[in-house]
């Protein structure tokens, strides 16, 4: 079992930063893929960014690239993402994710463990 808490959502301008941070515990494995997702009141949870714990290899969301930086810290066992130039459509419930199997997959079902979810709120 992996169990994840989420932490560093709040309420930001449009053009502000936050970092979001994951904390796990319990069974982690070195083929273990992190990933981040979020929900939008009445939108499906969607894909954010994801990244390998073996060798930090990532994958992004179109809607994010270039401003989401998805980075772990094997020794603390912490993800983050870094969240830069935040928009208002970024508002949303943003989830921290496991998945056991080293591809970066995007799809919900394809991700064993979840966090309780942090939210982000982006202001115009």
């Known amino acids: 079992q992996v169990q994840l808490v989420e932490s560093g959502g709040g309420l930001v301008q449009a053009g502000g930063s936050l970092r979001l941070s994951c904390a796990a515990s319990?069974?982690?494995?070195?083929?273990?893929?992190m990933g981040w997702f979020r929900q939008a009141t009445g939108k499906e949870r969607e894909f954010v960014a994801a990244?390998?714990?073996?060798?930090?290899?990532?994958k992004y969301a179109d809607s994010v690239k270039g401003r989401f930086t998805i980075s772990r810290d094997n020794a603390k066992n912490m993800v983050y993402l870094q969240m830069n130039s935040l928009k208002p459509e970024d508002t949303a419930v943003y989830y921290c994710a496991a998945r056991t199997g080293p591809l970066l997959k995007v799809r919900v079902p394809e991700y064993n463990y979840w966090g309780q979810g942090t939210q982000v709120t982006v202001s115009s």
């Open positions: 990244i390998r714990w073996s060798d930090s290899s990532t």
């Open positions: 319990g069974r982690t494995f070195s083929s273990t893929v």
